[in-house]
């Protein structure tokens, strides 16, 4: 493993991918084990070592941390979870998936142990925003959480800042997810981060990069690749597992995809977005009228 770790730093060190930016950090998502194998952390702790490698400024979890989906077995879960990150070097924010919370009961033991299931905080000249949009129902954002949005929006002192979640509400192959919450994005959400300054939404869940959405200058990404469980489409058109290198500077932000044993663009990565194309959510049109 070191000697590849070296040949996998050698290799970002000759394309410049280590240095030149304000701040880099790494986006991952879906890192739970399969199901049958809750405690089978194997694949994210090799992407640790890739990350660590990396050695970024910060390091954002978008969910699906445990397998989840068992009350009297979730609490084990989280101890080996949270054996697994500790390994982790830089600083280290998560939000819940759907393995994650998945009931009233599930959602106690969540917070009972992480506290809080949202969040914001600034980095350097940067402010990062991590919903929960798991509340009350797959997409949304309850009242609560909304009006702590719009008071963390208020005055966007940042030079620029970026979303994460798990649900992608703008994917209409994400299913169980309500017209309501895509719509209340759309109508409610997305005019605050564009008065805001914020430049891109990451969101996991779909096990695939991709594809890319631009909705009015705001980059939109799927990146649900840090899990053994990959999209079949995605698999057939040649995607591999992966995480997200951001980097930012003085031009704006530049998104890699790291990958076992290359690192290629977010252009090249976007191998879905003439497949997937009729699946974005359309601001404006009547879904319910179809």
Do not use: C
């Not at 990350?51 to 989906?69: E, F, Q, S, T």
């Not at 979730?74 to 390994?87: F, G, N």
């Not at 002192?157 to 209340?184: C, Q, S, Y």
């Not at 990959?230 to 790291?258: A, I, M, P």
Request: proline share 4%; glycine share 8%.
């Amino acid at each position: 493993m070191k000697k590849i770790l070296s040949f996998f730093i050698l290799g970002l060190l000759l394309s410049g991918l280590v240095f030149g930016s304000e701040v880099r950090f790494v986006v991952i998502s879906d890192t739970n084990p399969d199901f049958g194998k809750q405690n089978d952390f194997s694949l994210f702790e090799k992407e640790i070592d890739q990350i660590n490698a990396l050695k970024p400024d910060l390091v954002i979890n978008m969910g699906d941390l445990i397998y989840g989906y068992g009350l009297k077995k979730t609490r084990p879960q989280w101890q080996r979870y949270l054996e697994v990150i500790s390994k982790i070097e830089s600083p280290y924010y998560q939000i819940p998936g759907n393995h994650d919370i998945f009931s009233k009961r599930s959602r106690e033991i969540y917070l009972d142990i992480f506290k809080k299931t949202y969040t914001s905080f600034d980095f350097k000249n940067y402010h990062f925003i991590l919903l929960d949009n798991l509340d009350g129902a797959w997409g949304r954002i309850g009242p609560e959480q909304f009006a702590w949005l719009e008071k963390d929006l208020a005055n966007p002192r940042w030079t620029a800042a970026f979303v994460f979640m798990h649900i992608p509400v703008w994917d209409l192959k994400t299913g169980n997810l309500d017209l309501e919450w895509r719509e209340f994005w759309f109508d409610k959400i997305h005019p605050l981060l564009l008065k805001s300054k914020v430049k891109a939404v990451f969101a996991g869940h779909s096990h695939r990069f991709g594809p890319i959405r631009i909705y009015d200058g705001i980059h939109y990404y799927v990146a649900g690749g840090g899990g053994p469980r990959l999209h079949s489409v995605y698999v057939k058109h040649g995607g591999r597992n992966f995480f997200l290198l951001v980097e930012t500077s003085d031009n704006g932000f530049q998104v890699k995809v790291v990958m076992e044993n290359r690192i290629i663009s977010e252009q090249e990565a976007d191998i879905l977005k003439e497949v997937f194309a009729p699946y974005y959510f359309q601001p404006g049109r009547d879904y319910r009228r179809q």
